[in-house]
């Protein structure tokens, strides 16, 4: 199949930057669970339900095309890379209602275990597959026409996924404050925003329009959270929004 990189717009090697940026952030991503999924599914240690292992093939997956993906593009293949682009919108499908779906579990097996505050935690996954969701959705809708939107709006809502990944290592951390510790843990998404920025700058000497937009999205919603999960507000409404109960 032909691939001459000339014939084909942001092939070149400076467009290398998402290809990279994906193989980190996939790195990030399949380095953050060794002690609380695969150790355990190894050793026999702990039981996870089915949908478990579902959600996790679904994310995994997700992140292997999306890596594979940015590597077409970078090589030029966009007609492989588009063909492969309906498997990835159909594993956004999926991955949608198994975060929502991860969110209650969650805060059930929280519950079950005696937790004072089983919902604190919720605010942060619901807030991530949230983004995430918006962050698709529009990348999906504006990839005919607008190619670098769709760019820029995958890459961030990769970051949404990055970011709980990342949290399974410094959930491990003793004797750190924990609003510190959820600032530190969403902390890795934002290299990721300035190193995008900085791409803009470099490439189109301005910040493109999406990315002002996914900062904005990302930025506030992150920080506030280390608040609002922990607000009484928040804890009072909780078990309304995701109707969990010990199971």
Same mark, same amino acid.
């Not at 925003?193 to 189109?204: E, I, N, S």
């Not at 990302?218 to 607000?231: D, E, L, Y």
């Given at each position: ?70 590597? @077409? #593009? *970078?090589? !030029? ?8 682009? /309906?498997?990835?919108?159909? &594993?956004?499908? +999926? ?97 990721? @925003? #300035? *190193?995008? !920025? ?8 301005? /910040?493109?329009?999406?990315? &002002?937009?996914? +900062? ?32």
């Amino acid at each position: 199949m032909p691939s001459a990189t000339p014939a084909i717009p942001g092939a070149d090697g400076t467009r290398r930057f998402f290809s990279w940026a994906a193989l980190i952030m996939a790195a990030i991503v399949l380095l953050s669970f060794p002690l609380t999924y695969y150790g355990p599914v190894l050793s026999g240690t702990r039981q996870f339900h089915l949908l478990h292992h579902v959600h996790a093939a679904a994310y995994f997956g997700w992140f292997g095309i999306y890596v594979l993906q940015t590597q @077409l #593009v *970078a090589r !030029g293949n966009v007609a492989r890379h588009r063909e492969l682009g /309906l498997a990835g919108f159909a &594993l956004t499908g +999926a991955v949608i209602p198994l975060g929502y779906w991860m969110a209650q579990r969650a805060a059930e097996i929280r519950i079950a275990d005696g937790a004072a505050r089983p919902y604190e935690a919720s605010w942060f996954n619901l807030t991530d597959i949230t983004l995430f969701s918006a962050l698709m959705v529009a990348s999906m809708l504006l990839v005919t026409r607008h190619r670098e939107w769709h760019r820029r709006l995958t890459y961030a809502a990769a970051l949404c996924l990055v970011a709980p990944a990342a949290t399974r290592w410094t959930l491990q951390l003793p004797y750190l404050d924990p609003l510190a510790l959820d600032i530190a843990s969403y902390v890795v998404m934002f290299p990721f @925003l #300035v *190193a995008l !920025g900085l791409y803009d700058l470099r490439t189109l000497r301005k /910040l493109h329009p999406a990315t &002002l937009v996914c +900062a904005m999205m990302i930025v506030p919603a992150q920080v506030a959270g280390a608040w609002i999960a922990r607000s009484e507000w928040w804890n009072g409404v909780a078990p309304g929004v995701l109707g969990a109960v010990p199971g």
